[in-house]
């Protein structure tokens, strides 16, 4: 049966589409908050990281009733390396609301996004947002977005989806482009209208498939679902199934999402999105079950992960300074509870106890782990990322990304040629006023450190998309860093006198005062070859004073290193050391002669 009282919708957009501001304004014109509870904007982004860098990396439900109809709604993340909260919410749903800016269009990650909901059977509504844009073309996105469908294979209802036109920042929505609305209510007609409420099975014995996990200081793992079948009680027995084993629980508390929390309730029925106590050992796939007649729902697929990293502890001259969590243990119990809320990693032990290979979705996927981890105060060293490859009938296939990149139309030229020069391949180009947008395919070992040479060719106005696209066969060698590095040779605090010397031969990573050691980078050669330096180095002094032997010492300041670039920026026998305070970089080996007795090996074993 259709349950009509609820629709469970899941918001799907690209990053920087406005889906946050829209659902804000949704919030705010629902008519059930208070002011007070609704301060300032990008409300649903409430990690600290979401809101510093204005994406969303969580899954995350609310609730707002509208005319008798509760509607769940599930914040998806926008960025495909977070593609796994979109796989495993998205079951949740029964409709979408595909959210695509006046002039961008749909963007790779957005066809990323809609592929799983076409293939979680979902009915999409299109909203095309930011139509006030003075630059929006929403008639050609429209074009765009009925070819994205077709080329997704989305059956004939599905490709029936009607369009709204709205601008979420203003906060209306209407049915015409020809006519600007007042308010956002066409949005949640056409939700009540056009998406259907939940198929259930009420009468059947219980099925829920535990989609998010959460956690309470005082009421433990929180196990969150969309209930398929049945109902459950608090304090009802039920059945655990995970892994083709059945554990037998007690539900203790029962919670279903209204508004911006959940509310407390004595049972839940089909249909319903529930959060569920009491069940430690439940993880995220696993089924709940009816106790009498347990019967699990299928598994969560989720793709595989493209790029893999060592982490290891940190064992510099400096380690332990700033962090609480700096053992082996901290870091392999702080990287296997990461596995149970997030589905798209992979951890497996490395070659010493020390060590562990991490695997995700992107460098973003991994980067915003190693940012949580740092502020929860562990220390670790972190080593270059390597694209997976797969073998396919004895040929090697590595992961291929669909990049878009949109520029001014004078750096086109730049754009090309760095693009080309690692293995990408041109797709397609569009020029839209001033700016063009090009569409490539290039191997993801390709865009390792490309972001920063495309930003720097083009004066920081590229703006680059990407998304996995599939595996095909290698595309040969891809550049490597033209660039040596200064080496320190010395533990103490680097002196403005020798970086003054040292800043004519490249570009400085550090300023005076800050804490080096030897075999730890301080700047970047302006050369291939590695320089080893001493940036401790004082000037000498002597009681005699001549004219012009002092001088005014002007240092550049140092190239800020966040922990992007910093992944981005190192070479296979480097390292980037992660505390709660600082991000440095390093080499593996830091003594000089560590160093050259690794390479007289290396070239034996070449030889």
């Known amino acids: 049966m259709i349950r009509n009282d609820i629709r469970n919708v899941a918001i799907i957009a690209h990053v920087d589409h406005g889906k946050t501001t829209l659902v804000d304004a949704m919030l705010r014109q629902s008519g059930h908050f208070r002011e007070s509870q609704l301060q300032g904007s990008c409300i649903l982004d409430s990690n600290d990281l979401e809101r510093e860098r204005g994406i969303t990396i969580l899954a995350k439900n609310i609730a707002i009733d509208y005319r008798e109809v509760k509607i769940n709604l599930i914040d998806t993340p926008g960025h495909a390396d977070f593609g796994g909260e979109v796989e495993r919410t998205i079951k949740m749903a029964s409709g979408c609301l595909l959210l695509v800016d006046a002039y961008d269009g749909p963007m790779p990650q957005t066809r990323f996004v809609l592929r799983k909901a076409f293939e979680a059977g979902l009915h999409p509504i299109v909203v095309i947002n930011k139509v006030d844009r003075p630059d929006g073309r929403p008639a050609k996105v429209l074009e765009l977005v009925y070819d994205l469908f077709i080329d997704l294979g989305a059956d004939d209802e599905q490709i029936d989806f009607p369009v709204l036109y709205a601008s979420g920042k203003e906060g209306w929505a209407s049915h015409s482009l020809e006519e600007k609305g007042t308010t956002i209510e066409p949005v949640f007609e056409m939700i009540v209208n056009r998406i259907p409420g939940p198929n259930v099975r009420p009468e059947d014995p219980?099925?829920?498939?535990?989609?998010?996990?959460?956690?309470?200081?005082?009421?433990?793992?929180?196990?969150?679902?969309?209930?398929?079948?049945?109902?459950?009680?608090?304090?009802?027995?039920?059945?655990?199934?995970?892994?083709?084993?059945?554990?037998?629980?007690?539900?203790?508390?029962?919670?279903?999402?209204?508004?911006?929390?959940?509310?407390?309730?004595?049972?839940?029925?089909?249909?319903?999105?529930?959060?569920?106590?009491?069940?430690?050992?439940?993880?995220?796939?696993?089924?709940?079950?009816?106790?009498?007649?347990?019967?699990?729902?299928?598994?969560?697929?989720?793709?595989?992960?493209?790029?893999?990293?060592?982490?290891?502890?940190?064992?510099?001259?400096?380690?332990?300074?700033?962090?609480?969590?700096?053992?082996?243990?901290?870091?392999?119990?702080?990287?296997?509870?990461?596995?149970?809320?997030?589905?798209?990693?992979?951890?497996?032990?490395?070659?010493?106890?020390?060590?562990?290979?991490?695997?995700?979705?992107?460098?973003?996927?991994?980067?915003?782990?190693?940012?949580?981890?740092?502020?929860e105060g562990y220390e670790l060293s972190v080593g270059k990322p390597h694209v997976i490859v797969k073998e396919i009938d004895g040929k090697k296939y590595e992961p291929i990304e669909s990049l878009n990149v949109d520029v001014p139309s004078d750096k086109v030229g730049p754009v090309m040629e760095l693009v080309g020069g690692r293995r990408g391949e041109l797709v397609e180009m569009d020029t839209v006023g001033e700016r063009t947008q090009i569409d490539f395919t290039i191997p993801s070992r390709g865009l390792i450190g490309l972001r920063t040479r495309l930003l720097n060719a083009t004066a920081g106005e590229a703006i680059v998309h990407h998304v996995v696209a599939d595996f095909e066969p290698m595309r040969g060698e891809v550049p490597r860093r033209p660039n040596g590095v200064m080496i320190s040779n010395i533990s103490g605090r680097a002196v403005a006198f020798a970086l003054d010397g040292l800043q004519e031969r490249g570009t400085m990573f550090v300023k005076p005062g800050d804490d080096v050691y030897p075999g730890m980078i301080v700047a970047e050669n302006c050369r291939d070859n590695d320089l080893v330096v001493n940036p401790c180095k004082e000037k000498k002094l002597t009681n005699m004073r001549a004219a012009g032997s002092d001088k005014n010492i002007l240092l550049a300041p140092p190239r800020d290193m966040p922990l992007e670039l910093a992944l981005e920026y190192i070479e296979e026998d480097e390292l980037v050391e992660v505390t709660p305070k600082v991000i440095r970089l390093r080499k593996k080996l830091l003594t000089e002669e560590d160093r050259r007795r690794a390479g007289r090996a290396s070239k034996r074993e070449a030889g």
């Open 206 to 375: 219980l099925q829920m498939q535990v989609t998010s996990l959460e956690w309470s200081e005082y009421i433990g793992k929180i196990a969150v679902g969309r209930l398929e079948a049945g109902s459950v009680k608090v304090g009802e027995k039920v059945t655990v199934i995970k892994d083709g084993k059945s554990l037998n629980k007690t539900v203790e508390k029962i919670f279903l999402f209204d508004k911006l929390g959940k509310v407390e309730a004595e049972s839940a029925s089909a249909g319903d999105i529930a959060a569920l106590t009491g069940i430690a050992e439940a993880d995220i796939g696993d089924t709940i079950a009816c106790a009498e007649k347990p019967e699990a729902l299928g598994r969560i697929q989720v793709e595989e992960p493209t790029l893999t990293m060592l982490f290891t502890i940190n064992h510099s001259p400096l380690a332990g300074k700033d962090g609480q969590f700096v053992t082996s243990r901290n870091l392999r119990e702080r990287l296997y509870r990461e596995l149970d809320c997030n589905v798209a990693l992979r951890v497996e032990e490395g070659a010493s106890k020390e060590e562990f290979l991490v695997s995700g979705r992107g460098l973003l996927h991994l980067g915003i782990l190693i940012e949580n981890m740092r502020r």
